[in-house]
């Protein structure tokens, strides 16, 4: 089992910035991919970025250049930084981790974090 547990957060102002950070504990040794979704109110829960074990990154189209993903291998952490928000940045923001256990991938996910981005 790993679990998830997501910080950050909140309300901003368009152009602003903002840092998620997710831990992760347990069977951290099985974990081989992180990644941050986000669900908008109506849509379905969308990759925003992701990155595996050798650090290959890839975002959504639409946050390149803007959103930057990080992990620490020492601190078990994901983050998320995120610049230039847009109101279009709005949603529930998923810490997503991958762990590869016999013979299988699980998902794991965390309990979500809301963003909020004010026009």
């Known amino acids: 089992q790993i679990r998830l547990v997501e910080s950050g957060g909140g309300l901003v102002q368009a152009g602003g910035s903002m840092r998620l950070s997710c831990a992760a504990s347990g069977n951290i040794e099985s974990i081989n991919y992180m990644a941050w979704y986000r669900q908008a109110p109506g849509k379905e829960r969308d990759l925003v970025a992701g990155?595996?074990?050798?650090?290959?990154?890839k975002y959504l189209e639409a946050v390149k250049g803007r959103f930057t993903i990080s992990r620490d291998y020492i601190k078990n952490t994901v983050v998320l930084q995120m610049d230039s928000l847009k109101p279009e940045d709005t949603g529930v923001y998923y810490c997503?981790?991958?762990?590869?256990?016999?013979?299988?991938?699980?998902?794991?996910w965390g309990q979500g974090t809301q963003v909020t981005v004010s026009s």
């Open positions: 997503n981790a991958v762990g590869y256990v016999n013979s299988q991938y699980l998902d794991y």
């Open positions: 990155v595996t074990n050798g650090d290959s990154k």
